[in-house]
């Protein structure tokens, strides 16, 4: 990547950019935290209170995707649901954004069951949540892995509702799944539906751009919300780089600290995934209307009206 090699300067990096895994993002926001050095993440990963003052992330916050999930389960008239989720920094933070959003909303939450990224089985985990019955279950993993606890939920006979976080918005669900995933409700950015946006949506336009560019290089149906937030990078990248050069060198100390201070006063930037607006109290930076409700009909991901 151009603007990549650019930017790494007799032997000090000015930007770190990446990392779809939650886990391994954490661990490396602890460095760039005490480098002092921009770290933009592909995965929504959730550090200490003040300790993202060099973090930025390009997900949506997990609060912001269970707002959207929150909202989809009142019109169906949920009032129980089960947590069946990694027991890692994706998973537990999920859990602690999602849990006071379903109490708050009237429904009973649990059973809480969770299961580690490398687990092949979550056969305990199922029979507990199938026992408990709840109308709905919120599993939360990741990839091609985000669809083995639902098939094991729906080969001991859940015939509930089965909610995916935004990790999980990739073919791989449906690919891996098969059957098991079918009338399966996926939250999601806008990236990865993009034709099936309204036209008004002020995504649509950078989404369909993402998609045609990635699809040429991939294949058709490749896409995936981790990809959309690659393509989002350069997109932020190429408005802010050119504002820190106005004040420092690349390989500096000062250009660091230039571009951390471009993204949080760069405003409101259209991406495919969204409309991002980082400011200096929110590297988040989208609003409870991004997260985009699919349903799994006939294989494919389809807009939830």
Do not use: C
């Not at 993202?52 to 929150?70: C, E, G, K, T």
């Not at 809480?112 to 029979?127: M, P």
């Not at 990809?227 to 990078?233: F, K, L, R």
């Amino acid at each position: 990547m151009k603007i990549a090699n650019k930017f790494v300067t007799q032997d000090k990096v000015d930007i770190i950019m990446g990392s779809v895994a939650t886990p391994v993002a954490a661990a490396v926001a602890q460095v760039t935290d005490d480098a002092h050095t921009v770290q933009i993440a592909w995965s929504p990963v959730v550090t200490p209170a003040g300790k993202d003052h060099w973090l930025f992330r390009l997900p949506q916050s997990n609060a912001v995707m269970a707002h959207a999930v929150i909202e989809h389960m009142k019109k169906q008239g949920i009032k129980s649901v089960g947590f069946l989720g990694y027991n890692d920094a994706y998973g537990e933070p999920w859990l602690q954004a999602f849990k006071p959003m379903a109490e708050a909303a009237g429904m009973t939450f649990g059973p809480v069951e969770r299961f580690a990224r490398a687990d092949t089985s979550v056969t305990g985990q199922a029979l507990k949540l199938v026992s408990a019955n709840p109308q709905a279950i919120l599993v939360v993993a990741s990839g091609s892995g985000a669809a083995m606890p639902e098939v094991s939920l729906r080969e001991r006979g859940y015939k509930g509702l089965v909610y995916q976080t935004h990790a999980a918005a990739t073919s791989d669900l449906m690919r891996v799944g098969g059957k098991a995933v079918e009338g399966t409700y996926v939250v999601s950015g806008p990236a990865v539906l993009a034709e099936q946006l309204p036209d008004a949506h002020p995504s649509k336009a950078e989404a369909i751009k993402f998609v045609a560019q990635y699809e040429k290089a991939y294949g058709p149906g490749s896409r995936n919300q981790f990809a959309g937030h690659a393509y989002d990078s350069i997109i932020v990248l190429e408005k802010a780089i050119p504002i820190a050069l106005k004040t420092a060198k690349p390989g500096t100390p000062e250009f660091r600290a230039a571009l951390r201070d471009a993204f949080e006063h760069m405003g409101r930037t259209v991406l495919a995934h969204g409309v991002l607006d980082w400011t200096a109290q929110d590297h988040w930076g989208y609003t409870n209307d991004t997260g985009v409700m699919m349903k799994v009909v006939d294989g494919k991901f389809v807009v939830e009206k």
